[in-house]
């Protein structure tokens, strides 16, 4: 059912495909960690099994899209039984140890607005009955989701930002990792401290978005978290995302950046007048 939200048939991958992927990476070295991002980032998820989804028409500022304002419905057992077989049948092909759920760029506007909700989370007795508090039952649902399968949680700063602090308790009782991403204002480091204070792993991928149209020059000499040699910080990610990237044009993006946040990750951080050879 979930197919029915690709923008074509065509733009789908089969359980083949993945499972070949994984033997490919397998074989080079290449771990793949997938990550099934819940519960924003979903109106893809309403065209196939809609009654999960939050509808929402809310937009920030008018300035995001509204793709990008539907959630899932925390409210309902429906919706779990969905991301609990999401994340089985991905489970069942990638083994890494590791899973990452997402839970960036939840709307909070969006399930506020929706009095059903919030009457719902009253009624149970979670907190104020607000976004806060609904994200929090759903980020512990999912966390119970992710260890039945036997994997260590991953999740996006937000997670961690929006949490209650039941919710924090959950982060920590799951030993789940925070993987900071938010490349303004301080922000990354901010939360990477308040992960670490937790006694959280942290992965961090700021100012590391490919898909940015920034020089070669600002992946190589980025500078690194202020907490970075603290051993529970792993490492960090190159992401690339396809807002504005299809397949003529996501090679060049990639790289040569890509290879420029590698060699920073593996030779350590760059003073700011470095010189490459072409």
């Known amino acids: 059912?979930?197919?029915?939200g690709a923008h074509?048939?065509?733009e789908t991958y089969s359980e083949a495909q993945l499972r070949s992927l994984q033997r490919k990476a397998a074989a080079r070295g290449v771990r793949v960690v997938p990550e099934v991002d819940v519960p924003a980032h979903t109106l893809s998820w309403a065209r196939g099994i809609p009654e999960v989804v939050v509808p929402c028409d809310y937009v920030a500022d008018g300035a995001a899209s509204a793709s990008d304002s539907a959630a899932l419905d925390p409210?309902?057992?429906r919706t779990?039984?969905?991301v609990e077989s999401v994340i089985d049948a991905v489970s069942d092909i990638f083994p890494d140890a590791h899973f990452h759920v997402g839970a960036d760029e939840v709307r909070a506007e969006c399930w506020d607005r929706e009095p059903r909700l919030r009457a719902w989370a009253k009624q149970r007795g979670l907190g104020r009955g607000d976004a806060r508090d609904l994200f929090a039952h759903f980020l512990e649902r999912v966390l119970d989701i992710v260890a039945r399968h036997k994997r260590r949680p991953v999740v996006w700063q937000d997670g961690l930002e929006l949490a209650t602090p039941a919710a924090a308790a959950a982060l920590a009782r799951h030993d789940a990792v925070v993987e900071t991403w938010k490349c303004w204002s301080g922000s990354a480091d901010r939360w990477a401290r308040?992960?670490?204070a937790k006694n959280l792993s942290v992965v961090d991928a700021s100012c590391w978005y490919l898909d940015w149209?920034?020089?070669w020059r600002n992946y190589a000499t980025k500078r690194f978290l202020d907490v970075w040699r603290d051993p529970r910080v792993l490492g960090g990610e190159a992401a690339l995302w396809t807002e504005d990237v299809d397949g003529t044009s996501h090679e060049c993006r990639a790289w040569p950046r890509a290879a420029a946040v590698a060699d920073a990750l593996w030779g350590g951080a760059r003073?700011?007048?470095?010189?490459?050879?072409?």
């Open 1 to 4: 059912a979930l197919q029915k």
């Open 213 to 215: 149209p920034s020089p």
């Open 8 to 10: 074509s048939a065509a």
């Open 194 to 196: 308040a992960a670490l």
């Open 75 to 77: 409210t309902s057992e």
């Open 271 to 278: 003073p700011a007048d470095v010189s490459y050879e072409a």
């Open 80 to 82: 779990y039984e969905v």
